[in-house]
Nanobody, 131 residues
Framework: LVQPVESGGGAVQAGGSLILSCTAS??????????MGWFRQAPAKERAGVAT????????RSASSVKGRFTISSDSAKNTLYLQMNSLQPEDTAMYYC??????????????????????WGQGTQVTVSS
């Protein structure tokens, strides 16, 4: 069983920054070969992809709403995924989830932003941005 664990959420004012981290543990987990991503879910809204990556290919996909503001990265030595969030806006307020799948080929296409692509999910970390 692989269990991602998110950290780094909090409350900030508009224009501020946060860094989210996701560390996963479990047999056979290797962040350098899996596909991993960040999703978010605001109240009364569906969970949506924010940014995903396949470290072994250096392939990254980001939602248009966060391009230029959010950066996804990973550190394979630490088995950790990051999401650097700059210029945060109130509409970024949501619960942020880390997700992972060993079937990285499913992330090559636009399926990478579908929740159904991922096998493992963290419990989420709350990000609240005030105006």
């Amino acid at each position: 069983l692989v269990q991602p664990v998110e950290s780094g959420g909090g409350a900030v004012q508009a224009g501020g920054s946060l860094i989210l981290s996701c560390t996963a543990s479990g047999n056979n987990f290797d962040s350098s070969t899996w596909c991993m991503g960040w999703f978010r879910q605001a109240p009364a809204k569906e969970r949506a992809g924010v940014a995903t990556m396949i470290p072994r290919l250096g392939s990254i996909r980001s939602a248009s709403s966060v391009k230029g503001r959010f950066t996804i990265s990973s550190d394979s030595a630490k088995n950790t995924l990051y999401l650097q969030m700059n210029s945060l806006q109130p509409e970024d307020t949501a619960m942020y989830y880390c997700a992972a799948t060993p079937t990285w080929t499913r992330c090559v296409s636009s399926d990478s932003v579908l929740t159904s692509t991922y096998n493992y999910w963290g419990q989420g970390t709350q990000v609240t941005v005030s105006s």
